[in-house]
Structure formats: structure tokens, C-alpha cells
């Protein structure tokens, strides 16, 4: 653990609640990244993020100090933003078919040439957060670790809580819903 | 359609569009007015928790002194009665006992 975290910590369990602010100010880039993949509107990414940093200063007793802090911060990060998929999952998209022209043109595109069809455009960006929007808070925090982050089953299992095996079940059914949205999205805008 | 390649396509532009970490401007300011504010309602949560514990074991006392005091009304009853009786009466027997 860094030396200067460390003495944050320690200084903020002693009941120096300003030690605090250092800390916040080092790692909240990190977490409002973490925060900015799992909600859109912005109102909700800073709920979000505070409410990480809530629960980080209430159960900081809890941290042991035996691994880095930002590891034990984005684990509290990635739950806190699974709880929030959960809390929101009513809200998810249903549905392919008001997609705008940039994301038709792409996939118009990609039906032409698949090789072709560049990875680095704004629609296709739009189009893989429309379809993380319809998976289930399960399958679309583990296609996010998984695919997107390529994190391991054994970081993932840690960041989540999950067990490994549990893990696997999970990616294996998050694979097959994205797929089955990918065939209602070839099928809705090609059939 | 190519499910898989386009799976890995979206999923090559999710990778290739990092989200933003720009933090809001006095955003750790705002954060510590909350938590300054949480810990200040914590000592009335802590107080209001106390007096909620406190509440069971003054139930269980009112109750088994309520209890405790019905049982001894009720023997005291018995006696009192007795003691009435015995006091009204007295003089009556002892003049009853001078006659006869």
C-alpha cells in the first residue's frame, strides 16, 4: 500500500475526517470511469460515485491495508455499480428500434463488409451501450468485465464477490443473451 | 449477419472508447460536506438506536411490575377485606359475646 494512503487511513480512523479528502481526490477519476460504464446520465454517475465514497468512509475500518487501497476501493466501486444495475434494471431498453442514422449506417456497413467497418466510430460505440442496456445487471457487469475490460474470472470472482464457478455460469448465460440480442438486432433491421 | 464478428466489433469499440474519468469540478468538497453531514446525524441515529434498545427492556419491566403488582393486589384484597370485616365486626362480636 502506498505510505501516503496508509497514513490517510490511519489518520482518518483516528476521527480526522479531512484525511479523507486526499483520498478522494486521488482515486475519484477511477471510479467515476468505473461508474461512467455502467450509467449515462451524469446525475447518476456522481450518485453513484458518492455513494461509493460513503460507503468507503464508513466501512474504512474494514480495510485490512493487506492489498492496495484503490484494489479494495474499485471492488466496493464495482458492487456499489452492480447494486445500481439491479436498483434500475426496470429501466432498461427493450428494444432496437429507434436506432439513429450514424448506428444504421454502421451496421449497413458491417453487413457489407464485415472486415471493413471501423471499431473506432461513435455509432458503433452507441450501438454496444444500447445493447448493454438490454442485458440483465448480471450479464451486463460480467460482458463489461469480461469482453470489454478483459479481466480474468479469478478478478472477477474478487471485484464481485462471486465465487469462480459461479462466475462461469454467469458469463456462460451473459454470452447467450448478448447474443440473443445480437440476433434481434440483425433480424429487426434485416429480415 | 455474422453474430460473432459483430459481437466483437461492439465489443472492439467499447474497448477502443474508454469512458471519460473527469471528475465534476469541487466534487471532493461536496463529498466531505456529505459525509461531515452523515456523521453529524449519526450521533441522533446512534442516540435514537439507544433509547430504541432501551425501550424493550422498560416494556418487559412495566409489564412484570405490572404483573407483580396485580398478584399482590389481589392477595392484598383478600386481607383487606378480611381486616374490614374484622374491624367493622369487631365491636359487634364483642358485644354480642358481652350479651350472651
Same mark, same amino acid.
Given at each position: 500500500m502506498d505510505q501516503p494512503d496508509q497514513e490517510f487511513i490511519a489518520a482518518v480512523l483516528k476521527g480526522d475526517a479531512a484525511s479523507f479528502e486526499p483520498l478522494i481526490t486521488k482515486y475519484s477519476p477511477r471510479v467515476f470511469a468505473t461508474a461512467r460504464r455502467y450509467a449515462? +446520465?451524469?446525475?447518476?454517475?456522481? &450518485?453513484?460515485?458518492q455513494e461509493i465514497w460513503m460507503k468507503a468512509f464508513n466501512k474504512l475500518a474494514s480495510f485490512r491495508g493487506d492489498a492496495p487501497f484503490e484494489h479494495w476501493l474499485m471492488r466496493l466501486a464495482v458492487r456499489t455499480c452492480y447494486d445500481f444495475l439491479r436498483g434500475h434494471q426496470r429501466n432498461r431498453e427493450t428494444t432496437f428500434t429507434e436506432l439513429s442514422e450514424p448506428e444504421t449506417d454502421w451496421l449497413e456497413r458491417f453487413a457489407a463488409d464485415p472486415v471493413r467497418a471501423p471499431d473506432d466510430e461513435a455509432a458503433a460505440r452507441q450501438l454496444i451501450e444500447r445493447l448493454m442496456a438490454q442485458l440483465t445487471p448480471a450479464a451486463r457487469l460480467v460482458i463489461q468485465l469480461l469482453e470489454i475490460e478483459e479481466k480474468s474470472v479469478k478478478e472477477i470472482a474478487a471485484l464481485t464477490g462471486w465465487s469462480i464457478p459461479l462466475v462461469k455460469v454467469r458469463a456462460f448465460r451473459a454470452r447467450a443473451e448478448m447474443k440473443k440480442h445480437l440476433a434481434r438486432l440483425a433480424? &429487426? +433491421?434485416y429480415l | 449477419? #455474422?453474430? #460473432?464478428?459483430l459481437k466483437q466489433k461492439l465489443v472492439a469499440a467499447a474497448r477502443a472508447n474508454p469512458p471519460s474519468d473527469r471528475v465534476p469540478y469541487g466534487f471532493e468538497r461536496r463529498v466531505m460536506a456529505h459525509l461531515t453531514e452523515a456523521s453529524g446525524t449519526d450521533g441522533w441515529l446512534l442516540w435514537s438506536r439507544a433509547l430504541w434498545r432501551a425501550a424493550i427492556p422498560c416494556v418487559l419491566i412495566v409489564i412484570f411490575s405490572g404483573l407483580w403488582s396485580? /398478584?399482590?393486589?389481589?392477595? #392484598?384484597? /383478600?386481607?383487606?377485606?378480611q381486616q374490614i370485616e374484622n374491624a367493622?365486626?369487631?365491636d359487634l362480636n364483642h358485644n354480642l359475646a358481652s350479651v350472651w
Amino acid at each position: 500500500m502506498d505510505q501516503p494512503d496508509q497514513e490517510f487511513i490511519a489518520a482518518v480512523l483516528k476521527g480526522d475526517a479531512a484525511s479523507f479528502e486526499p483520498l478522494i481526490t486521488k482515486y475519484s477519476p477511477r471510479v467515476f470511469a468505473t461508474a461512467r460504464r455502467y450509467a449515462r +446520465k451524469e446525475s447518476e454517475i456522481e &450518485d453513484i460515485v458518492q455513494e461509493i465514497w460513503m460507503k468507503a468512509f464508513n466501512k474504512l475500518a474494514s480495510f485490512r491495508g493487506d492489498a492496495p487501497f484503490e484494489h479494495w476501493l474499485m471492488r466496493l466501486a464495482v458492487r456499489t455499480c452492480y447494486d445500481f444495475l439491479r436498483g434500475h434494471q426496470r429501466n432498461r431498453e427493450t428494444t432496437f428500434t429507434e436506432l439513429s442514422e450514424p448506428e444504421t449506417d454502421w451496421l449497413e456497413r458491417f453487413a457489407a463488409d464485415p472486415v471493413r467497418a471501423p471499431d473506432d466510430e461513435a455509432a458503433a460505440r452507441q450501438l454496444i451501450e444500447r445493447l448493454m442496456a438490454q442485458l440483465t445487471p448480471a450479464a451486463r457487469l460480467v460482458i463489461q468485465l469480461l469482453e470489454i475490460e478483459e479481466k480474468s474470472v479469478k478478478e472477477i470472482a474478487a471485484l464481485t464477490g462471486w465465487s469462480i464457478p459461479l462466475v462461469k455460469v454467469r458469463a456462460f448465460r451473459a454470452r447467450a443473451e448478448m447474443k440473443k440480442h445480437l440476433a434481434r438486432l440483425a433480424r &429487426d +433491421k434485416y429480415l | 449477419m #455474422e453474430l #460473432e464478428h459483430l459481437k466483437q466489433k461492439l465489443v472492439a469499440a467499447a474497448r477502443a472508447n474508454p469512458p471519460s474519468d473527469r471528475v465534476p469540478y469541487g466534487f471532493e468538497r461536496r463529498v466531505m460536506a456529505h459525509l461531515t453531514e452523515a456523521s453529524g446525524t449519526d450521533g441522533w441515529l446512534l442516540w435514537s438506536r439507544a433509547l430504541w434498545r432501551a425501550a424493550i427492556p422498560c416494556v418487559l419491566i412495566v409489564i412484570f411490575s405490572g404483573l407483580w403488582s396485580a /398478584g399482590n393486589s389481589k392477595a #392484598e384484597t /383478600g386481607d383487606l377485606s378480611q381486616q374490614i370485616e374484622n374491624a367493622v365486626l369487631s365491636d359487634l362480636n364483642h358485644n354480642l359475646a358481652s350479651v350472651w
